[in-house]
């Protein structure tokens, strides 16, 4: 009996599964990018067959002064064939953001990490939209980053504040706030996505439409996180 035991003890470990940490990593598919009014962009077509599994991230920013009342459409869609163009499919598909964005300049020089940032030309009440999500433009595009803005000052709203710091250090050279005139999270000139692609997907791919768009461009980034090891 104890022999048996202890066989069956033996065979319950070995069939019990490792508690491996999964290997993960992140790529880039398509870098900041502007897509003017009536264009589209057509997005890096990434190979995910290799991958157990695959994220997919898009930020979609208005990034003109302009009312916005269309908003592009982001199409995300996978391939069923290895190569080619013949047998691309309409995975999902979401609708861009709209409204009257507007814009001010960073101030002061701010480095990386800050969380205060001062605007120039500031005018009252025109930054008091606290709860959202906003988009620094830099003049080299890949510096460019989304924030969440929790706070303004109250003389004439010179500076806001943002839940995280900047990861790029901002400059009054460089540096443009991008929002909306209202209170909330609809009021945000921002757009964010995240698409879980099928395991059986060959190919993916992001195609930034602002062809009907009402005359406002907007600037565009998708990223993957994949799962190669388990």
Not at 7 to 34: G, N, Q, R, Y
Not at 73 to 101: C, K, M, Q, Y
Request: with cysteine.
């Amino acid at each position: 009996m104890k022999k048996i035991l202890g066989l069956t003890l033996v065979l319950l470990l070995m069939c019990s599964p490792a508690h491996a940490a999964l290997t993960k990593a992140v790529e880039s598919a398509d870098i900041w990018a502007e897509v003017a009014a009536g264009t589209a962009r057509e997005g890096a077509t990434v190979d995910v067959s290799p991958n157990y599994q695959t994220t997919l991230a898009i930020d979609v920013c208005l990034a003109e002064a302009a009312a916005e009342t269309v908003g592009a459409i982001i199409w995300v869609e996978i391939s069923t064939n290895t190569t080619g163009d013949a047998d691309w499919e309409v995975l999902t598909s979401f609708g861009g953001p709209t409204g009257t964005p507007f814009t001010r300049a960073i101030f002061v020089n701010e480095d990386a990490g800050q969380t205060v940032l001062s605007v120039d030309a500031p005018i009252s009440n025109n930054l008091d939209h606290d709860g959202k999500w906003i988009y620094i433009e830099n003049t080299t595009i890949a510096n460019s980053e989304i924030c969440f803005q929790t706070a303004h000052s109250a003389d004439a709203d010179d500076t806001i504040t943002v839940l995280d710091g900047i990861t790029n250090a901002q400059t009054t050279a460089a540096g443009t706030i991008w929002s909306i005139n209202g209170v909330g999270q609809p009021y945000s000139p921002v757009a964010q996505y995240v698409v879980n692609i099928p395991d059986t997907a060959y190919r993916v791919r992001v195609v930034y439409d602002n062809i009907l768009a009402t005359g406002t461009d907007i600037h565009t980034r998708a990223r993957l996180i994949k799962m190669t090891g388990i």
